[in-house]
């Protein structure tokens, strides 16, 4: 396609997991390091999540070009699976035939080869790749895996990497001892601007390149902001503006370019998301406000008034009590086309997507962050759902706090406090 026009040795910004393109940021290169000391250390368990994405399979590709030899890995991709299939796909990738025998007879192979492989010196690993979908009588059984030890030290270790979904599981009420033994957990966020300036010019070194030779200055940061910060977004973009620009003959990727690009794409810019004229909203009369703090997810709220305040204040609509909310700090609403965000001149300022705003309309999936707090946006229906609010309280006064169906309103609804050590 485009590789002999601009001289490059291979593709740059293909989807594939491939550990050669690795960019090392400082939180993928602590989670690199983390990762392999826990493997060394014998950890039972280590966890990474990160938003689909967001280069998880790539860095698990990486740890795994880099295990010793002495390592023996088996290493999981399929991941919906009760937990009899769980110990055959672990079998099968040790390279055993283990169908047709039943669950006892399985453990007993697998602790079998364990032990063997520690008389030989060796360590067991198992990797598993998109492990949200894991259920959690599977992640007890893993846990039970990780007890096949010796008075001095585990046999077996177990490394996870989802998207966020796999600490909400983790974080479960029936998971409390393998949440013991958890003593690392990673979270990868989106890329910043800089580090999306990095991404790219270390992918096209790689592959041969020189990015600011291939695409017109002050590209990188329309790329950043239309690619979320995303490398899979970010790949998606590149790769199609360098074929328009290769079809075109043109020797360099253009603003022009990159913008017929995005039209062909259908992707909006973060916070700046358009709608037709007339259209009454295609977010219907309700929207969702998903609240997570430090990666966690505390709870949920939606939008079912006209104008939403959302702050320290008590009063607000939506009652954040953390140090970095000011008592006023934003307003959500309903306008002609969808939802908009406007910042009430707050100390800490207003974030959609890593940019700092002062009023936006919203898109569905955007993110807004103040603090170590995220709300993620998503789009309603025309129908309040069922239940309107987790994980908040309602204030005392507020409707529905006396019985009342809680989708009934949903004004009043406080999350926090969140200590000061944030």
């Known amino acids: 396609m485009y590789l002999e026009h601009f001289s490059l040795e291979q593709k740059p910004f293909e989807q594939t997991p491939d550990s050669r393109f690795l960019y090392v940021s400082e939180q993928h290169g602590y989670a690199l390091a983390s990762i392999k000391f826990a493997i060394a250390n014998r950890d039972p368990f280590v966890i990474l999540t990160g938003e689909i994405g967001s280069g998880k399979t790539t860095l698990l590709n990486k740890v795994f070009s880099e295990l010793e030899e002495d390592v023996a890995v088996a290493r999981l991709t399929h991941t919906r699976l009760s937990d009899k299939e769980?110990?055959?796909?672990?079998?099968?990738e040790f390279g055993f035939s283990p169908f047709g025998k039943d669950k006892v007879e399985l453990l007993t192979l697998l602790r079998s080869f364990v032990e063997e492989q520690a008389a030989k010196g060796r360590q067991v690993v198992i990797l598993i790749d998109e492990a949200q979908n894991l259920s959690a009588d599977v992640l007890e059984e893993l846990r039970l895996l990780t007890c096949i030890e010796?008075?001095?030290?585990?046999?077996?270790?177990?490394?996870?990497?989802?998207?966020?979904?796999?600490?909400?599981?983790?974080?479960?009420?029936?998971?409390?001892?393998?949440?013991?033994?958890?003593?690392?957990r990673i979270h990868i966020d989106e890329l910043t601007e800089e580090e999306t300036a990095e991404y790219l010019r270390h992918r096209m070194a790689v592959a041969g390149g020189d990015f600011d030779t291939v695409f017109e200055?002050?590209?990188?940061?329309?790329i950043h902001e239309f690619g979320k910060g995303v490398p899979r977004l970010i790949n998606t973009l590149c790769d199609m503006a360098l074929t328009a620009a290769a079809v075109e003959g043109n020797s360099r990727v253009t603003l022009d370019a990159l913008d017929a690009v995005l039209k062909e794409l259908r992707w909006v810019e973060r916070g700046h998301g358009e709608e037709e004229p007339g259209d009454t909203g295609r977010f219907g009369v309700h929207a969702t406000l998903r609240l997570d703090h430090r990666g966690k997810r505390v709870g949920e709220h939606v939008l079912s008034e006209a104008q939403n305040l959302l702050g320290r204040d008590p009063d607000c609509h939506l009652h954040?009590?953390?140090?970095?909310?000011?008592?006023?700090?934003?307003?959500?609403?309903?306008?002609q086309g969808g939802w908009t965000i406007m910042d009430l001149n707050s100390t800490n300022g207003t974030k959609v997507n890593g940019r700092k705003i002062s009023k936006v309309m919203l898109s569905d999936g955007d993110v807004i962050v103040v603090g170590?707090?995220?709300?993620?946006?998503?789009?309603?229906?025309?129908?309040?759902?069922?239940?309107?609010?987790r994980g908040g309280q309602r204030s005392p006064d507020a409707p529905g706090s006396e019985g009342e169906d809680p989708a009934a309103e949903s004004s009043g609804i406080t999350f926090g406090p969140f200590g000061d050590r944030e």
Not at 86 to 92: D, G, R
Not at 160 to 173: K, M, N
Not at 372 to 389: C, I, N, P, Q
């Open 86 to 92: 769980l110990l055959e796909m672990i079998l099968v």
């Open 150 to 184: 010796t008075e001095q030290e585990k046999l077996l270790n177990v490394v996870l990497l989802g998207q966020p979904e796999l600490s909400d599981l983790l974080d479960s009420p029936g998971l409390e001892q393998l949440r013991q033994r958890c003593r690392l």
């Open 217 to 222: 200055p002050g590209i990188d940061s329309l």
């Open 320 to 335: 954040v009590d953390s140090k970095f909310f000011s008592r006023r700090h934003a307003i959500i609403s309903r306008e």
């Open 372 to 389: 170590k707090h995220r709300l993620t946006f998503t789009a309603g229906s025309s129908e309040l759902h069922a239940v309107d609010w």
